[in-house]
């Protein structure tokens, strides 16, 4: 009887571990996942291009950002791991200015130097 207690009781471990072992968990992925947005800005100038250039420099999983003064359009290679595409405009916005649809922070737009508000050039 005692065999058969510990025959049953190392079958459903067995069992158990299977049945827990077989489940998929999701593993967290090394590899970063680069994505590009192109995001219309308000910047204006030189100072804008620098300003808002080095605040997306500054923020983890940002690999790229590249500012088209011409067009005023912000190219941003980002790791979609940790960014979303929102994420690098709540960045611009925060700095100061519109991105897309998104309007400037009125308080960082107040910091701005007065060449990089809107008909500031």
Known sequence: MKVFQILLVFL???ITYSFVGAKTFPQAD???KWKTVVIQ???QCGMCKERIEGA???TAGIRFANLNL???KMTVKYDSRQLTADKVRE???NTGYNA???VANPE???NLPACCKIGGH
């Open 100 to 102: 897309d649809t998104q």
């Open 108 to 110: 960082a737009y107040q």
């Open 70 to 72: 011409g067009n005023k």
């Open 41 to 43: 800005t308000s910047a």
């Open 56 to 58: 997306l420099s500054n």
């Open 30 to 32: 090394p590899k970063p």
């Open 91 to 93: 960045v611009i916005v």
């Open 12 to 14: 459903l471990a067995i």
